[in-house]
């Protein structure tokens, strides 16, 4: 929108300058319609700016994992065996979400993360194009903060695999990414709500459902819920 109304500016600084170029007075006019336009293409690009800003994970030079005195206030003993954990609950969603296994999504993540990575299905679907995730190698985990409270409890981590993402259409050409392996590091962070569950939904209908059900209502769905550790963000690090 901001483009469009820019290249109206112009177009109208442009269309007065002809009949008054003769009269010597077109240059008052032009020149502040002119001067809009650039004002305004600057604060869109600002804008654009801050928008990269907050949807990037921001970068930091190095990450640590936690102190053994914090592990324990965490009531966990062997850190290794949490980085084991969270690992492959990243994984199961990962493939999930390239096997297109809704209830394997929803199992591993929050409803927010869940409602976030079905709407990109649904708009790949509707383009005919398809996300592919593929060949995934655990690198590194990193486990650098924990909190538990008497409602939650979180772990935030680091996770860098190797792995093969690309985007392709409905014909199984690359449009966008590479069939090649690339390494990336991520940010992903794990909650446990303690809380009673309430407001589950079933992956394929969207019916209310409970915490011990295995099967929807509504739709006859199969489904597992269980009050673990799930993956409520994922977020890219930017190497510099």
């Known amino acids: 929108m901001e483009e469009i109304i820019n290249g109206i500016i112009c177009i109208v600084a442009l269309v007065l300058l002809a009949p008054f170029f003769i009269l010597e007075i077109a240059w008052p006019v032009m020149i502040p319609l ?20 907050k949807n990037s994970n921001p970068v930091k030079e190095t990450y640590s994992d936690i102190s053994e005195s914090k592990l324990e206030e965490f009531d966990i003993t062997d850190i290794n065996l949490l980085k084991d954990y969270i690992y492959n609950i990243f994984y199961e969603f990962e493939t999930a979400y390239n096997n297109l296994d809704y209830n394997g999504m929803y199992n591993n993540s929050t409803q927010k ?12 679907l509707k383009f005919t194009r398809k996300k592919i995730i593929d060949q995934i190698e655990r690198k590194k985990v990193i486990v650098y903060d924990v909190l538990s409270t008497t409602r939650k409890q979180v772990i935030s981590s680091i996770i860098e695999i190797k792995y093969v993402c690309y985007m392709q259409d409905h014909q199984g050409k690359v449009i966008s990414g590479s069939p090649n392996p690339t390494t990336e590091t991520f940010e992903v962070i794990f909650i446990k709500n303690h809380d009673n569950l309430n407001g589950l939904k079933c992956p394929n209908c969207g019916a209310s459902i409970g915490v011990n059900q295995d099967k929807c209502e509504y739709c006859g769905s199969n489904v597992t819920i269980k009050n673990t550790f799930k993956i409520d963000s994922i977020k890219r690090i930017i190497n510099k």
């Open 34 to 53: 002119l001067f809009i336009s650039i004002i305004r293409r600057n604060k869109s690009n600002k804008k654009l700016k801050q928008n990269v800003i």
């Open 113 to 124: 993360l869940y409602n976030n990575y079905y709407t990109n299905i649904m708009l790949n």
